[in-house]
């Protein structure tokens, strides 16, 4: 925000330096310094020069020299232009700034930019995030919801921080729970269409499979011989296959319709089989991978090769004694495609913590190829969500939390509140707030939680209009958004002249680090970073609008806090748009 003065006063800096013969630094940089009376920016630059000067045997005590190179400098340099005060504290140069000036500055420029304000500069990256990734033929359940969210909040964020972004799913079409669920179809329910839900509906045919296997053991012989059907590619059952999955894939884009989610690209498991096996077979010709078939899978001893004494990577199997793949077999040349394919420079994959392991060494092995990019491969790993009364789980056991039965009670809870809230509300305008505030609700407890701990999702906490959750956070916006409403226009421009409230400076201060906030939640994959600033932010808007007048404050001060209360309005509705969250106007 104030890049052209740092800039201006970098150069004095460097200028300074060189004309006392001192070595130069690259560039300087600036970080804000807390306020006390004024904000202000301070460099740490003379600390690095003068510990380069005691590298070079000079000696001495490096705090000093760095207090005493700063000095110096700023006797060159004076006050430079745009600051009104400099001065050198603790080896620090801090530059500081008329509160009324930053405050006008902080507050034009979010308003100047609108929607962009904190979108990064485009950064020459291509990133790709992988996630979502359901198994057809199954249900979509909670864990998959925490994956979506997660995903597509970091998606956003990578992309406002300005990275090229693909967003890329990849679904798990084939496998021994597609050949049981196709079992099951053929002979249970054979020519059914689904009906209602059709992801429930397709989760209900696979727990039927596998009860009735249960029941049934020698039914396995059937999924056998159906399973060596669908390997040899047997025309009709491929045919069924591909109609089958489509049902699911249509429940899916529901659900992510539902949640305004979208891909760019959607691979297929089934898609990257064959080229996996051939690459199974090149390791093997390179000595990469031993092959014990028949009597063993073909498997890939990563710490042998690598000369690690210490069980690390340990060892991966990547095809299976009978030949047939696994999830392994598939992720290696699915790697290499995104790369490739898609030409990205970092490919992230949201994956359950579980699986932590696993990606390590399909990322190793990939090096082990020799293919260089396998270091620009992250694993963006999330714990499991827990749901009051601690129902497990499992998709074969049928008792899982199925999206469709969340976003059912999710709704139900949120109209009920809304109709608590807002009875004079018209009732359209209810169905939309209530949506909005259920999904909020749902996502925000998914995004607050660092995406390693475990999440247990309870729905009084999700939904509190006092506490950390979304519906608290879009009713600051609400509350902006009524203000200015009420004001009728904001004003073109406004000074910062009257003496500020300490709610108005916390207010700035975090208005101004959204930009910062942003970087930081996209370079340390974190959008709980994200999650907690709006937070904050919506923390440090009610206690302003509930510390200082804004429609009945006197002269000036009106119109800058109006100006401030839309820039309020701005950032929070631009942070719950990273998160995936809507701001409603009416609550
Ligand atoms: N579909 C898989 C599952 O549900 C997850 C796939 C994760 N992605 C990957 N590239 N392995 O377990």
Redesign the pocket.
């Known amino acids: 925000m104030f890049d052209r003065e740092l800039a201006k006063a970098s150069q004095a800096i460097i200028r300074a330096l060189t004309e006392q013969g001192l070595p130069t630094p690259q560039r300087i940089d600036w970080s804000p310094t807390p306020f006390h009376g004024q904000w202000g920016f301070g460099t740490a630059a003379f600390f690095q020069i003068a510990a380069q000067e005691a590298r070079r045997g000079k000696g001495g005590c490096v705090p000093e020299r760095a207090a005493e190179i700063a000095q110096a400098v700023l006797q060159a340099i004076g006050t430079p232009e745009g600051f009104s005060r400099a001065s050198v504290e603790r080896g620090y140069l801090n530059l500081y700034l008329e509160p009324g000036l930053y405050a006008k500055r902080v507050v034009n420029t979010i308003l100047a930019q609108g929607e962009d304000f904190g979108r990064g500069h485009p950064k020459d990256e291509r990133v790709m995030v992988?996630y979502s990734?359901?198994?057809t033929h199954k249900a979509f359940h909670v864990g998959h919801l925490r994956n979506v969210i997660l995903g597509g909040a970091m998606a956003n964020i990578l992309e406002f921080a300005g990275c090229d972004t693909v967003r890329a799913n990849?679904i798990?079409d084939i496998g021994l729970h597609v050949i049981k669920w196709l079992w099951c179809y053929r002979k249970y329910h054979p020519g059914e269409q689904p009906q209602g839900d059709k992801t429930r509906w397709m989760q209900e045919i696979y727990t039927e499979a596998e009860r009735r296997l249960e029941e049934n053991p020698e039914n396995e012989q059937e999924v056998r011989a159906l399973f060596a059907a669908w390997e040899a590619r047997d025309p009709e059952l491929v045919q069924l296959w591909e109609r089958t999955r489509q049902w699911s894939m249509e429940g899916f884009q529901e659900i992510y319709d539902l949640l305004g989610e979208h891909f760019d690209v959607i691979f297929y498991e089934s898609e990257v089989e064959e080229p996996g096996k051939r690459l199974v077979e090149d390791l093997i010709a390179r000595g990469i991978a031993i092959d014990e078939r028949p009597d063993g899978p073909v498997l890939i001893k990563i710490d042998e090769l690598l000369g690690l004494e210490k069980e690390t990577y340990r060892t991966l199997v990547v095809l299976r004694s009978d030949g047939t793949s696994l999830?392994s077999t598939k992720?290696l040349p699915?790697a290499i495609r995104k790369f490739e394919e898609w030409k990205v420079d970092r490919s992230i994959?949201v994956?359950d913590v579980r699986q932590s392991l696993y990606l390590k060494q399909i990322f190793k092995v990939l090096e082990l190829m020799g293919f260089e990019q396998a270091r620009n491969c992250v694993h963006l790993s999330y714990e499991i969500v827990n749901l009051p009364g601690n129902v497990t789980m499992s998709s074969r056991e049928g008792t899982v939390v199925l999206f469709d039965d969340l976003i059912r009670e999710a709704f139900a809870r949120a109209g009920r509140i809304v109709e608590l809230k807002n009875p004079s509300l018209p009732d359209d305008q209810k169905q939309i707030v209530a949506r909005a505030v259920a999904l909020g609700a749902l996502k925000y407890a998914m995004l607050a939680v660092d995406n390693n701990k475990v999440v247990t999702f309870d729905w009084d906490r999700a939904l509190d209009f006092e506490g950390q959750a979304a519906p608290y956070i879009q009713y600051a916006h609400v509350r902006a958004n009524s203000i200015l409403r009420r004001a009728g226009s904001i004003p073109q421009d406004a000074t910062f002249e009257h003496p500020l409230e300490a709610s108005e400076i916390q207010l700035l201060e975090l208005l101004a680090r959204f930009p910062q906030e942003v970087q930081r939640a996209a370079a340390e994959y974190k959008p709980l970073q994200i999650a907690n600033y709006v937070y904050n932010l919506a923390r440090a808007f009610t206690d302003f609008y509930q510390h200082c007048p804004v429609l009945q404050a006197e002269g000036a001060a009106g119109a800058a806090r109006l100006r401030l209360t839309a820039a309020a309005r701005q950032t929070l509705a631009s942070g719950l748009r990273l998160l995936g969250i809507e701001a409603p106007e009416v609550m």
């Open positions: 992988e990734q359901p198994n990849y798990g999830y992720d699915l994959y994956i």
